[in-house]
Each structure stands twice: as structure tokens, then as C-alpha cells.
């Protein structure tokens, strides 16, 4: 008896599919283009991230040790902003949220903690060192491991791919799954069937059941009951396919 003639469990049947496949061709993929693609490299990050010491919040970098209630407001520090500026004793900077830490500064308080008047900044309480503060290389250091080959990439992983500078990925090609319906019996379900005949329903709880697990589905068309019409299906339409799915056993197949 052959194997496939056997009733046999979902685990078995997923185990034999998967002993008779092998992995398909890596491409190179753009990053807008690899939502739901798996990754065939591994990805470290280019760079320390963040670069350097950032804001957490909007509020004032000062120095922690300075003790003083008042401090003097000597600029600003925006993101996207590395300018010449310097905290120096009794001295605060504004600083918005992601902006590079002021030379001298060691600290960040945030700004419902602050008060400013006429160019002086009231701290409420004494701030604690190195307080609201991202360190450089607090979400990825250069060289580390942002995925994995074998990943799923998801939005959030997209996301750390873009933040390591990758523009691209090696990820496994998609696969070309062609659904064949099989039957003289079969009409398009917006036709009235005939004597003996049913509506091609399977066709569309097949491409129903594909949508949305990133393969290139197509529908090969409808062969009929014969043999030298469903091996002509083989070679002009399914030649290029990586999985063939039909709800029907081929004709001339079955009698092999």
C-alpha cells in the first residue's frame, strides 16, 4: 500500500509535506516591501542606537550635582539638533525628546518639574543623576543580533531592520501556489449548473484559506476528465509552480 494511501494523523501528514520540501531561493527585498516575508540572514546592527545620549522627555538637561534651586537658562537642544552647547554649573538647557544630551549636562528634568521665568529655571526637588536618559546603545549595540534567519517579519521587526540601517534583506523567495479545480462536473458559480453538474466552490475556500500567508496564489483553471488534457494543465500552467493544490485527484493520476 502506498503511504499516502494510509490514513494518517495532521502531525504525520504535516511531517511527510515537509520531509518531500525543501527551502526555496533567497531574493533581495526592499524594506517597504517585507511585511510578513521570512528572513533567510541573520541582521546586526550598523551602529550603536541611539548614537549618543538621549532625551527621554521634554524637560531641562542641567547637572545633577550643582544643588542649586535656580538655574540659569543658557539655549535649547532639539532632536535632530548636535549644536554647540554647554551646561555648565548653575546652568540649564531646554531639551525635547530624543535630543542629543549638552555637553556638562548628566541629567534631565522633566518639564512638569520645572518652572520658567524670565530666563531662569525652578527645579522642584533635587534631580537624580542620569535620570530620564537613553544611553547610547540602550535599544541595539553595534554588532548585535537585531533578527534571526528564520524570522517572521513583523512590523515591530521591520522596524528594528530600519533602525540597524539595512534598506534590504535576503529573505526567502515567495511560493508560487497554483490551485487547480478538476471535474467535468464543475460551472462558475455565477452559472446555473446543469444535469449532473455543481458549482467550483472549492476554488474559493482555497484561495480564501492562501489569502494572507504571503504566497504568489494563482488559479490554473479548470481541467477536465481527461488524461491528456490534465497532463497539457501540467506543462503549460503548472510548470513553474512550487505547490499545486487541488480539491480533485487527477484523472490519469489516479490510475497510475
Known amino acids: 500500500m502506498d503511504e499516502l494511501d494510509r490514513l494518517i494523523s495532521p502531525g504525520a501528514a504535516t511531517a511527510l509535506v515537509r520531509s518531500k520540501v525543501s527551502l526555496l531561493p533567497a531574493e533581495s527585498v526592499p524594506l517597504a516591501e517585507l511585511a510578513g516575508r521570512v528572513l533567510a ?5 550598523e551602529d550603536d542606537l541611539p548614537p549618543f545620549p538621549a532625551s527621554t522627555m521634554d524637560g531641562y538637561a542641567v547637572r ?22 554647554t551646561v555648565g554649573p548653575g546652568e540649564a538647557a531646554y531639551i525635547t525628546t530624543g535630543a542629543p544630551l549638552p555637553a556638562g549636562a548628566d541629567t534631565v528634568v522633566k518639564v512638569e518639574l520645572t518652572e520658567e521665568t524670565g530666563g531662569v529655571v525652578r527645579l522642584q526637588g533635587s534631580p537624580g543623576d542620569r535620570k530620564n536618559i537613553r544611553e547610547p546603545g540602550h535599544d541595539l549595540r553595534k554588532g548585535e543580533e537585531v533578527a534571526a534567519a528564520g524570522t517572521l ?9 530600519a533602525a540597524a540601517g539595512r534598506t534590504t534583506a ?38 480564501a484559506a492562501l489569502n494572507g500567508l504571503n504566497a504568489d496564489v494563482r488559479y490554473a483553471g479548470l481541467a477536465p476528465d481527461n488524461a491528456d488534457r490534465q497532463r497539457a494543465f501540467l506543462t503549460d500552467r503548472l510548470a513553474d509552480s512550487d505547490v499545486l493544490i487541488t480539491s480533485a485527484v487527477f484523472r490519469w493520476a489516479a490510475r497510475t
Do not use: C, H
Not at 66 to 79: I, P, Q, T
Open 41 to 45: 540572514e541573520s541582521v546586526v546592527s
Open 64 to 85: 545633577a550635582a550643582d544643588g542649586e534651586v535656580d538655574r540659569r537658562l543658557v539655549g535649547d537642544r532639539f532632536a535632530g539638533k548636535m549644536d554647540e552647547l
Open 153 to 161: 517579519l513583523t512590523p515591530a521587526a521591520i522596524g528594528l531592520l
Open 170 to 207: 535576503l529573505v526567502g523567495r515567495r511560493p508560487r501556489v497554483s490551485i487547480l479545480s478538476t471535474g467535468d462536473e464543475l460551472v462558475e458559480p455565477g452559472e446555473r449548473p446543469g444535469p449532473g453538474q455543481i458549482r467550483d466552490s472549492n476554488r474559493f475556500a482555497l484561495l
